[in-house]
């Protein structure tokens, strides 16, 4: 890929497969259109692709062109997926049945679609990126989130977006919505905006990074608290108790960590919303249902192996990342929910902890 193809990046924390989410934008000059590329072909990334190239066709300001990096894999059939999603116009591994849009072209050389260690250095300063990544890595110095290690390694700007919105359900065009989180340039945020919006999935902006990411990043820890009521069968009350605490303890810890978090935030559809839909019907609550379910004797990673079919659970090692953050910094006892989730998943508590410890 020329240069000029490092425009929109798409990406999640997964390392070596096609479960990931980064998207990055750069003005073509002189005819001032950008190029858009996806870096990650799971569900979420093909249906990614998918919405932007839907727009790229009608805004005049893009290249029709959507290029998505595809982990390359050798399907049962002998086929490589690159291959058969070019030829096919289709996902037909981890979207099935869903036509992405002949513009829509998979490129399995990472460099030419653009990932952050691959590309760094190689990128012009006029990049915009977004991320759809949801996770943060713990430091010696502190928590840092994905958005800033995408702009720590690429120089570049990035956005966040984040929101209620289960990736089957959007690629067959049913109503959602979802957040921008953007730093300080609206005009920036609301290209993104364009890009993503359509009449069925809805987006809006808000200037809280931090606030859109960390909420797309904890609703997963509690999501796993969800799954683990679910498997117990101990009823909706019980699960509505849950996820209220929950989203009490994921704004007390976004706002500990980060000062400019906005209450509002939590009512955007990264907040209240997109934790209500990962507890209904997220990967994360189906696992932690089954692990429940087992009495805690299955693992998480034979669980996702089993039922995920190369998807990536995030909640657990989210969880452990918060337990980290909230030990390093003599926290434990302000979050008992989320250190109980953590504790849950590493074996050190049974599955009906969930409900043992106490509340002030």
């Not at 460099?111 to 691959?118: M, P, Q, V, Y």
């Not at 300080?184 to 364009?194: G, L, Q």
């Not at 996820?243 to 000062?259: N, W």
Request: charged share 20%.
């Amino acid at each position: 890929m020329a240069p000029a193809y490092e425009p929109l990046l798409a990406g999640e924390t997964s390392s070596n497969n096609n479960d990931s989410n980064i998207i990055i934008t750069q003005d073509e000059v002189p005819i001032n259109k950008s190029r858009v590329t996806v870096v990650g072909s799971g569900n979420w990334g093909s249906v990614a692709a998918k919405l932007i190239a839907s727009n790229t066709l009608k805004l005049a300001n893009f290249h029709d062109e959507v290029r998505m990096w595809v982990y390359e894999e050798v399907l049962p059939s002998g086929d490589k997926l690159s291959e058969v999603i070019n030829q096919t116009n289709e996902n037909v591994k981890y979207l099935p049945g869903i036509k992405l849009g002949n513009n829509v072209v998979a490129v399995p050389d990472l460099e030419h679609a653009g990932i952050c260690k691959r590309i760094s250095g190689k990128i012009r300063e006029d990049v915009e990126a977004i991320s759809l990544i949801k996770g943060m890595e713990v430091k010696r110095e502190g928590p840092c989130m994905i958005s800033s290690l995408i702009t720590e390694h690429l120089g570049v700007n990035c956005c966040v977006l984040m929101g209620a919105n289960i990736a089957n359900e959007i690629a067959v065009e049913k109503f959602s919505e979802a957040t921008v989180g953007y730093k300080e340039n609206r005009e920036i945020a609301e290209k993104w905006v364009r890009l993503f919006n359509t009449p069925y999935f809805m987006v809006s902006a808000v200037q809280d990074v931090a606030g859109v990411e960390l909420c797309g990043t904890l609703k997963n820890v509690v999501a796993l608290a969800a799954g683990f009521v679910d498997g117990l069968e101990m009823g909706n009350n019980t699960k509505a108790a849950i996820m209220r605490i929950g989203l009490r303890e994921m704004k007390a810890f976004s706002k500990l960590l980060f000062s400019s978090v906005k209450d509002s935030t939590f009512f955007e559809s990264c907040g209240v919303a997109d934790l209500i839909t990962t507890c209904l019907g997220g990967r994360n609550r189906k696992c932690a249902e089954a692990f429940a379910r087992n009495g805690g004797k299955r693992s998480f990673d034979e669980l996702e192996a089993e039922m995920l079919q190369g998807q990536k659970l995030q909640g657990v090692s989210t969880a452990k990342e918060v337990y980290e953050v909230l030990s390093h910094r003599g926290w434990l006892e302000l979050f008992p929910l989320f250190a109980t989730v953590h504790e849950i998943c590493i074996g050190s508590l049974p599955p009906t902890s969930i409900v043992e410890y106490s509340q002030s």
